[in-house]
């Protein structure tokens, strides 16, 4: 599922977002236009000025967001109470990591690539554990 479907455009650096799939949106200068909302991603113009500021999530994952927000509000939650199990559902699938946490960047066959909690990038060997 589109979460945003949106360019800057590099002429006028105008951040042009399309809403919804019948809204199409052109930039200050003219150069480029966004269309689809969460439909599809269109482009009209000179594709070379926009910097795609587009993403994405799974269907599922996207809809286990939606469902946490039903979930949530069923129970009379606040709205941090919604925020938080937004969260806790993005973090659940990994797509969320706390401070002072480490991100794995890449797991591939017997080595992990994470992201330690200061910057730095370190490689891992898997240690088989029995
Ligand atoms: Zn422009």
Redesign the pocket.
């Known amino acids: 599922m589109i979460v945003q479907n949106a360019v800057i ?6 951040f042009i977002v399309s809403k919804h799939r019948h809204d199409f949106v ?7 236009s966004v269309d689809g909302g969460q439909a599809y991603l269109r482009r009209i113009g000179d594709l070379s ?1 926009g910097i795609d500021m587009s993403w994405e999530l799974p269907d599922e994952l996207y809809t286990a967001c939606g469902q946490a927000v039903l979930d949530a509000k069923s129970t009379n939650r606040t709205n941090i109470g919604i925020a938080n199990a937004v969260m806790r559902t993005l973090r659940e699938a990994g797509r969320i990591i706390a401070d002072g946490e480490y991100r794995v960047m890449a797991n591939y066959q017997d080595e992990l690539m994470v992201e330690e909690p200061d910057g730095t990038v370190n490689r891992y060997k898997k240690v088989v554990v029995e």
């Open positions: 455009c590099n002429k006028c650096d105008d052109t930039c200050k200068c003219g150069a480029i000025a």
